[in-house]
């Protein structure tokens, strides 16, 4: 049995994860828009993969016996003055995705729901995964003295994100 107030952080986390999915997506379409073919794609499968994560607690909840409530989402930011305020306002919200992922394990451990706690840890292991990529995307950045203006800089880093494994 999930206690009340880990059920409501899983669905503040389903809602979130869509959220971020959304998030993403309107990044890549601003992208496309910019002319950053390589940004778009790596935003565009961002976008996919923040579903899934979606998709993963939904269908832990489910399985769980928990109510579910997707909420509206609220709409994500369409307009940045440039690549690299976008690339550092997706590693925030990375950031910020971290916070509640450690929040619900440590809400689950405390309650002693080892099943939730035991579910989260591989979303604690994703989230490094995701903290290390846009840490190794801003470490380009700085090898590449690119700060968002047009040139060299901006073609080789939309390069790289087109090909960053994540």
Aim: aromatic share 12%; charged share 25%; glycine share 4%.
């Amino acid at each position: 049995m999930i206690a009340s107030h880990i059920a409501q952080l899983l669905n503040e986390q389903v809602n979130a994860e869509f959220y971020a999915s959304n998030v993403y997506l309107q990044l890549s379409a601003w992208c496309e828009g910019e002319g950053l073919e390589g940004a778009a794609k790596f935003f565009r499968t961002h976008s996919l993969e923040e579903r899934t994560h979606m998709d993963k607690i939904f269908d832990y909840m489910a399985e769980c016996s928990v109510p579910i409530t997707v909420d509206a989402i609220p709409k994500a930011p369409s307009d940045h003055a440039n690549l690299m305020v976008a690339l550092k306002a997706a590693q925030e919200h990375e950031y910020k995705v971290t916070a509640m992922i450690k929040n619900i394990a440590k809400q689950s451990f405390e309650a002693e729901d080892y099943t939730t706690f035991n579910f989260i840890e591989w979303f604690i292991a994703e989230q490094h995964e995701e903290e290390v990529l846009f840490d190794k995307i801003m470490d380009k950045a700085r090898i590449l003295g690119f700060e968002g203006q047009p040139g060299q800089a901006l073609y080789i880093m939309d390069d790289y994100l087109a090909n960053v494994q994540h």
